[in-house]
């Protein structure tokens, strides 16, 4: 590690922010904790103080039983606002475009700039405001989908596809396994921006997270529960679940589901084949290989640091740049159903 950045810290379990003693996503409970968004191997409960936005401590409480209402526990940062840490260190939190509340952290001491940005992509997000690039001395990205076959197709595609499998099945339905947190909200905005209307059907565990995101302005349209619903009645129905409910009893009650599953690993067929997913959906919330490529080039730092994925293949193609880098060490940062 360059000498010059020896106030801020890899870790095992999370980033160290040596004179501030705060720690950015950490994996075990810290005294103060930086939250960059609210999946699970990025936010956990238990800290003694957490700071991130607004929106990432409403999730958090409503997944994990974080107060976001106590201001001794928790601490609401708005986009673009900064905050003074201790040992002269300020952090402010940058739109990161991966889910509802996901920012960036922008960490200045003693002239230098260090952004942690977190989990993130570069497409646009009707639930979401998009990705900053921010001017930075060290960049510490993620590389869940750094691989050059990594290339996410366009989504007005996928979702024609998913459409036009409804319309040619009438007498079936289109089961989509989704993650709960941001991929189900983004799935169902894409569908209504792109001119689709009908109700969307919910399994129950995803009714709550989509009606925070509709408390936070993101409107999913006329979104209905499936308990209760006959099965004559959900046929040429889309039916958002949790993947884990894809293959499962639950799924049984549906006429004929043709099942889908929204995931940027939809792109390796081993993974749909896995899931008997009969309709890949290549969507994804992480940057894609070109996207972590050229945001790189775009923020131009003085040291790029990589984390959580794939980091060998994008720190071979730094070195190929001329671009200085190094891969961190962290644990307990999953792939996620993306």
């Excluded at 922010?17 to 990025?42: E, F, K, M, N, S």
């Excluded at 700039?113 to 690039?133: A, L, N, S």
């Amino acid at each position: 590690m360059a000498a010059d950045f020896a106030w801020i810290r890899p870790e095992p379990h999370g980033i160290h922010v040596v004179p501030a003693d705060a720690w950015i996503d950490p994996a075990r409970p810290v005294a103060t904790a930086l939250v960059t968004h609210g999946h699970a191997d990025h936010a956990r409960g238990g800290h003694g103080r957490t700071v991130a936005t607004p929106e990432t401590l409403a999730i958090m409480q409503l997944r994990y039983g974080v107060e976001a209402a106590n201001e001794v526990r928790a601490a609401p940062v708005a986009y673009g606002e900064t905050l003074r840490l201790a040992g002269g260190v300020t952090a402010t939190f940058v739109p990161a475009g991966h889910v509802l509340g996901s920012a960036q952290i922008l960490l200045e001491h003693v002239g230098e700039r260090v952004v942690v940005t977190g989990d993130y992509k570069r497409r646009p997000d009707p639930t979401c405001p998009p990705f900053e690039p921010v001017p930075c001395d060290v960049f510490i990205t993620e590389a869940t989908f750094g691989l050059p076959v990594f290339r996410h197709p366009p989504v007005a595609g996928e979702i024609a596809r998913l459409t036009d499998a409804l319309a040619t099945n009438p007498e079936r339905c289109v089961l989509v396994g989704a993650y709960a947190l941001g991929k189900a909200q983004r799935l169902i905005a894409e569908l209504r921006a792109h001119g689709y209307t009908p109700p969307i059907y919910l399994h129950g565990a995803m009714e709550r997270m989509c009606r925070l995101y509709e408390e936070h302005g993101v409107d999913l349209g006329e979104l209905r529960a499936v308990a209760g619903v006959p099965k004559g009645a959900l046929e040429g129905q889309i039916v958002v679940c949790p993947p884990s409910a894809l293959n499962d009893r639950w799924s049984r009650r549906l006429p004929d589901p043709i099942t889908a599953m929204a995931s940027g690993w939809m792109r390796v067929r081993q993974r749909a084949r896995q899931r008997n997913v009969e309709l890949p959906l290549v969507i994804s919330d992480h940057a894609d290989w070109d996207e972590l490529t050229a945001t790189i080039a775009e923020v131009n730092p003085a040291e790029t640091w990589i984390t959580h994925g794939r980091e060998e293949a994008l720190l071979r193609w730094c070195q190929l740049n001329q671009r200085r880098a190094r891969a961190l060490a962290l644990v307990g940062y999953e792939d996620e159903e993306d």
